[in-house]
């Protein structure tokens, strides 16, 4: 691929001050294009909205105030309305593709195309990062603020008679599209610790359980965490520190909207060998007992006197799990040697305990701890 960096400036359509930065992807020989970019909305009413070209597959779009959005369909148009829980300036990040109806060795690209947003408010400075098949080249920018931004590409091989090789790409699922829009704007706000973004999230039972609180109070030292969507059923949530959670959901139309109606998070990675695996059962199973025995002496033998978190509040930490009913391995990684595990809290409330161990005289020792919260 070769790069063509085109600068302009945008179209100021009512006014306010805002700022875009946009990644193009454009095949020309079959119309694809995929297009990422963030634009700083300064909104002049509660619903804001743009138009893109027919067919538009919306695959990420996020803005910390943004309630819901809605996208309706039209032979000239993709309207996507947006639905805000505040008016003010704000990042609205958005990506979408999908193929545009042109043909031949020299494309204008313009607002008869639709091929970027016409959006409802204002925006003032855009940077457009376009990527173009080699033999391909922009040859004329075409618009001047505060027009829309339009330009040409042009085949260089034009004249050689040869026949383009075809492309196929394939079109993201617009319900998929729309579940990993939803899995995004839950690991944003679970970054966020925004308590009131997830449970916008969720269905009514779901936000009787208590998950919202759950999920924001994630431990600081994972860092920002991450969603890939494996499937409809199944997202991959990584965190800085290299964690990877599996994370089951169910998602339900209801008023327009996708709403969470199931969710359980589970650690994911490769079994480790079963005689290991059942020196760390013994292990959770003898660690269990004396938290439920109360044995705060005891319990400080399977805690690192050099811990950093402190030998002392692990110990009371571990003393407040509910220790009635089994406590399960859920996983283990060697490096760094680390187990998760799963305590039933109460009938509501679950946590996952990520313990690093270090051998120990008789037995391992918890050299750190991290709690996971889930539903």
Known sequence: MRKGILVAVLFLLLGGVAAAEVQVLFLPESGFLRVNGEVVMVPASPSPSFMLFPGAQITELWAEELAEYAVQRGVHGTMVSLSLRQMRPQLLTFSYEGFLDL????????????????????????????????????????????????????????????????????????????????????????????????????????????????????????????GELQDLHTAILTTDRGLRYQASMVWQEREGRLELQSFQLRPHGPVLPEELLDSMQEFVRALRLVVQAQDREGLLLYVDPNITQGQVEVVEFLLSMNATVPWSVEHAVLDPFTITVLVSHSESTKFLLNIGLTPGEHHWLIRRIDVVPVG
Not at 198 to 211: D, F, K, N, V
């Open 103 to 226: 043909e031949g060795a020299e494309l204008f690209l313009d607002r008869n195309t639709l091929w970027f947003p016409e959006f409802s408010f204002a925006i003032e400075n855009a940077q457009i990062n376009a990527d173009l098949p080699a033999n391909w080249e922009v040859v004329e920018w075409q618009s001047e603020p505060p027009l829309y931004p339009s330009f040409t590409v042009r085949d260089t091989t034009a004249t050689v008679a040869e026949a383009p090789i075809p492309v196929v790409l394939p079109i993201v699922d617009e319900f998929f599209s729309r579940v990993q829009m939803q899995v995004t704007r839950l690991t944003n706000a679970m970054n966020h610790r925004n308590t009131t973004e997830i449970e916008t999230l969720l269905s009514p039972s779901l936000r009787e359980t208590g998950l919202a609180s759950y999920l924001a109070t994630l431990p600081p030292s994972f860092g920002q965490m991450r």
